[in-house]
T-cell receptor, first 111, second 114 residues
Framework: TQLLEQSPQFLSIQEGENLTVYCNSS?????LQWYRQEPGEGPVLLVT?????EVKKLKRLTFQFGDARKDSSLHITAAQPGDTGLYLC???????????FGPGTRLSVLP | GAVVSQHPSRVICKSGTSVKIECRSL??????MFWYRQFPKQSLMLMAT?????????EQGVEKDKFLINHASLTLSTLTVTSAHPEDSSFYIC??????????FGPGTRLTVT
């Protein structure tokens, strides 16, 4: 079973601060996705990264896929209360069959 | 685009009864749909992969006779929780794939079994 680990598990910061959350695995993945989930709702896809070393930006969010395609990071600049939520990474293995989720990072941005 | 709906959004049922949850892809055809459950403050756990016109593939530890999945068309998959018990209370989420790399999730169904 391929496992994804995320850190930190919980993060509480003040509005305007920067933060980085991480997604790591000992396995190589063909692609990796980041989702944000709010309470009582389904996850919303933020980005998909497929190339080792790839960097994608989505407004104040910067996503990076590790060169070896085993890890990824999500950096948020000038966090806002609207960024509060559960951030999940998920990955499809190289066989294209197993789709697994990390345990998530629960982010709280205080005004 | 890529909108997935679920119905109902919330359901309360009595122990021993069965509950059906629908998952629809509204603006695209999904040959594959996925069913997850999520317990409070936990991540999503894949229950089964549903392929249109064929039997669902269940993850280890998921009882196929208890969680019946039907994928009758390219836009609809249903999950029926049979003889529900309080421990089946959870947040059930479906997703539909548009390709090998991306899934789009429904809003989830909160099931409470009393």
């Amino acid at each position: 079973t391929q496992l994804l680990e995320q850190s930190p598990q919980f993060l509480s910061i003040q509005e305007g601060e920067n933060l980085t959350v991480y997604c790591n695995s000992s396995s190589v993945f063909s692609s990796l996705q980041w989702y944000r989930q709010e309470p009582g709702e389904g996850p919303v896809l933020l980005v998909t990264v497929v190339t080792g070393g790839e960097v994608k930006k989505l407004k104040r969010l910067t996503f990076q896929f590790g060169d070896a395609r085993k890890d990824s990071s999500l950096h948020i600049t000038a966090a806002q209360p609207g960024d509060t939520g559960l951030y999940l990474c998920a990955a499809l293995d190289n066989y294209g069959q197993n789709f697994v989720f990390g345990p998530g990072t629960r982010l709280s941005v205080l005004p | 685009g890529a909108v997935v709906s679920q119905h109902p959004s919330r359901v309360i049922c009595k122990s021993g009864t069965s509950v059906k949850i629908e998952c629809r892809s509204l603006d695209f055809q999904a040959t594959t749909m996925f069913w997850y459950r999520q317990f409070p403050k936990q991540s999503l756990m894949l229950m089964a992969t549903s392929n249109e016109g064929s039997k669902a593939t269940y993850e280890q530890g998921v009882e196929k006779d208890k969680f019946l999945i039907n994928h009758a068309s390219l836009t609809l998959s249903t999950l029926t929780v049979t003889s529900a018990h309080p421990e089946d209370s959870s947040f059930y989420i479906c997703s539909a794939g548009t390709g090998p790399y991306e899934q789009y999730f429904g809003p989830g169904t909160r099931l409470t079994v009393t």
